[in-house]
């Protein structure tokens, strides 16, 4: 009996780990595209406006934040699977040092874009209620998608969805 309790739990355990690793992605249902204009780790300014024909997944994120580091790896992966195509991903850092991030991102390796909102102020626009949180905008430059909690983006339905966001973008390479 004791034994079958704890397997219970372990299963339970489990599935619930499974579960927060997958969070649903969502129809975006926020209204107009908020503008997005931010300066990434190496100085440029990044404006989404400017990546139109492109597929963006957006990523809020913040290195105290453990699904955000738990996360990051997989949208490292799916980036490189992307890799050739119309597709960028801008990691949005809510709100810490620039000593703080490049410091965290050198550790994790990781050679996505790296934004920096240190005063928050994109947050409002963009609803974002909790971390991690990813938006995905579509080549048209219209939020299509959003997802609250971790995920592996970089299988299962989250790849399956940017590789169908993908195949939308006139002349994209498959």
């Not at 890799?83 to 990691?91: I, N, Y």
Request: net charge positive; charged share 25%; glycine share 6%.
């Amino acid at each position: 009996m004791i034994l079958s309790r704890a397997f219970a739990l372990i299963v339970l355990g489990f599935a619930v780990t499974l579960a927060s690793a997958n969070a649903p992605i969502k129809p975006w249902t926020g209204g107009a595209t908020p503008p997005f204009e931010l300066s990434a780790l190496d100085g440029r300014k990044v404006d989404l406006a400017a990546l139109r024909g492109r597929v963006v997944l957006i990523n809020y994120w913040a290195t105290w934040c453990e699904p955000c580091r738990e996360e990051m790896p997989a949208i490292e992966r799916l980036r490189a699977k992307m890799k050739g195509r119309p597709f960028e991903v801008l990691a949005v850092n809510y709100g810490e040092s620039e000593e703080r991030v490049s410091s965290f991102v050198a550790k994790l390796n990781l050679s996505m874009p790296i934004l920096l909102d240190p005063y928050k102020n994109s947050v409002a626009a963009w609803k974002v209620r909790g971390l991690p949180m990813t938006f995905l905008v579509d080549f048209r430059g219209r939020v299509r998608y959003w997802s609250f909690g971790e995920r592996d983006w970089s299988e299962g339905e989250g790849l399956e969805l940017v590789r169908k966001m993908v195949a939308e973008v006139p002349h994209a390479r498959r």
